[in-house]
């Protein structure tokens, strides 16, 4: 018998607006498992970002339940609030980078803050900087980069802490092909070596087909379709997570 | 295409760990050209001038009452040369059997006269001009109200037989008047003192809150990449603490430029009373604390700005 994996992120009914405006999102329901590749969709104005604020714990809905790593979101105190975050990795639409720090102390921002040793730190962002081609630019700060290069040390930030959710918004928007298919191997190889389990939103339709088990979640005018249920209820078991596996410092070489 | 590497592990606890780095990486870069620091300099330098002058005031009122507080003059009013010398005579008899007189004086005519002469020229005589006699009396300590009365009594039982009166005046009391004065400019001292601090405190909460605004969308990122409140808070502490240490160090400089000029100008009039207001070690070491306690108190208003702040985020 195939053990049922525990749910990770579950939203029950949950509602969202902005002040008193209408709803940006309506009833949405959904259950993110762990190792698990969801693609978040919509047209522009479906409440995709609105959607990613819930997840990433930047918003507070206005109903509905929302539980996060077996915890009720909505009656945890924000005091406790870091403790989760710091359990998800995020790729903001707008980078999000600050803009006094040199990318290497951008990317390292997540380790320092959870506490990391300082050791520690510049080994594991030389290494992502490295792999995303700015090593060269780790003194560059944000202003004096390329769109791409800045959305490269976003993610290299987002990923940094090997986090157990990774919530990208629009990642490859600003990077050529080339790069944007590198950069979603690295999700891939981060959900299927590590467990991390990983929701991109995006428009592009063709980034929808280069990960096969992945799970799409469409958003309609606040609305979250989902037909066949696949997203109430665990998808079918593939290789084994390695989410609480020692460290290694290469996933070997990525499909 | 090379494998990605995957960091390593981190650990996910809310411990304190290198913040004092991840702080001072962040902290926005204090603007020591800007106003604050010089604000906060201005109010110190006027808390100090106004503590030195506070605690000057004090000490001197403090002299001025050690040395009267336990003498009173006595006067003897008597027209007649004579019978004047006779009850003075008397009244220093009675006054020195009296348990809490220590010491009789009886002023000598001369030093009568040469106090009077600026007024009434060099050649009053007590013949022309009668003048009271007047004794100086020295207590064991400062008298009560009822004290003063009984050594009145005592006056009055010992002048009775030779037709005279004495009046007792105790120093402490017609000086009165100048102690209020010296305690109501304590006390304008000490207002001026809080209304600075008050003034210190609401520009520090001004530039925090303004620091916070300028640099909210950091905070942002901070708080969504799991930083806590108590890190952002310490990263705007830095901040406070530089640009407050240094407007306080500037403005304790330019409050002892003004004590030592002011000291210049006090010495010149060669005055006891005013000698008598000298500022002690101890008097020195609480104006040295006023830049400490300046620093505490915009460090606690940005560390509250900062907190109220925070609470209105998620």
């Not at chain 1, 949405?28 to 190792?35: H, K, Q």
């Not at chain 2, 605690?55 to 009122?61: D, E, H, Q």
């Amino acid at each position: 018998m195939t053990e049922r994996p525990s749910e990770i992120v579950k939203f029950d009914n949950v509602g969202l607006r902005y002040g008193t405006d209408a709803e940006v999102l309506s009833d949405v329901s959904f259950t993110l498992f762990p190792g698990s590749f969801y693609f978040l969709t919509g047209a522009s104005g479906a409440g995709k970002t609105s959607l990613l604020k819930l997840l990433y714990l930047a918003q507070r809905p206005s109903r509905g339940s929302i539980r996060m790593f077996g915890k009720d979101m909505i009656t945890l105190p924000r005091g406790r609030l870091p403790d989760f975050r710091r359990r998800l990795g995020v790729v903001f639409q707008n980078f999000r980078l600050v803009q006094h720090l040199s990318a290497f102390d951008n990317v390292a921002l997540p380790l320092r803050l959870a506490g990391t040793d300082e050791a520690k730190v510049q080994r594991s962002v030389g290494d992502m900087l490295e792999w995303v081609g700015l090593s060269h630019r780790m003194h560059a700060i944000p202003e004096t980069m390329s769109g791409g290069e800045q959305q490269r040390v976003a993610i290299a930030r987002a990923v940094i802490a090997r986090p157990q959710v990774l919530i990208a918004d629009e990642p490859t928007g600003n990077v050529d092909p080339e790069m944007a298919l590198k950069l979603l191997r690295l999700f891939e190889a981060l959900n299927h070596r590590v467990g991390t389990t990983v929701i991109v939103a995006t428009h592009d339709v063709h980034l929808l087909k280069k990960v096969p088990d992945s799970l799409i979640m469409r958003l309609n005018k606040g609305r979250l379709s989902d037909p066949t249920g696949a997203l109430r209820y665990p998808p079918a078991p593939k290789s084994k997570p390695a989410a609480t596996g020692s460290r290694t410092d290469s996933l070997g070489a990525a499909k | 295409m090379s494998a990605p590497p995957v960091p390593e592990e981190v650990g996910q606890e809310l411990g304190l760990g290198p913040v004092k780095e991840v702080t001072t990486i962040l902290a926005p870069p204090a603007r020591l050209s800007g106003p604050i620091p010089w604000v906060i300099a201005i109010l110190i330098a006027l808390v100090v001038i106004a503590a030195a002058g506070g605690l000057s005031l004090r000490n001197l009122a403090d002299n001025a009452r050690a040395d009267l507080a336990d003498a009173v003059t006595v006067q003897i009013i008597e027209a007649g040369l004579d019978d004047r010398t006779a009850q003075t005579e008397a009244a220093a008899t009675a006054l020195g059997a009296h348990p809490l007189v220590t010491s009789v004086r009886v002023v000598p005519e001369t030093e009568l006269q040469a106090l009077l002469e600026p007024w009434l020229g060099v050649s009053v005589a007590s013949d022309n001009v009668p003048i009271p006699a007047l004794i100086d009396v020295e207590l064991s300590r400062s008298a009560s109200t009822d004290e003063l009365a009984q050594l009145q009594s005592a006056l009055d039982t010992a002048l009775e037989p030779l037709g005279g009166e004495a009046r007792v005046d105790a120093q402490s009391q017609w000086l009165r008047p100048v102690y209020d004065a010296l305690s109501a400019l304590q006390y304008l001292a000490l207002a001026l003192i809080t209304l600075v601090s008050i003034a210190t405190a609401s520009a520090v909460w001004l530039a925090a809150r303004n620091a916070f605004i300028n640099h909210r969308e950091t905070v942002e990122i901070v708080h969504l990449l799991g930083g806590t409140d108590a890190q952002v808070t310490r990263i705007f502490e830095r901040s406070v603490l530089r640009e407050a240490a240094f407007g306080a160090v500037i403005g304790l400089l330019v409050g002892l430029a003004a004590l030592w000029l002011l000291g210049q100008q006090f010495a010149s009039l060669d005055s006891g009373m005013v000698s008598s207001g000298g500022l002690a070690l101890t008097d020195w070491l609480i104006i040295a604390a006023i830049p400490v306690g300046g620093v505490m108190l915009a460090l606690i208003t940005g560390r509250i700005t900062i907190g109220y702040a925070l609470r209105s985020m998620l």
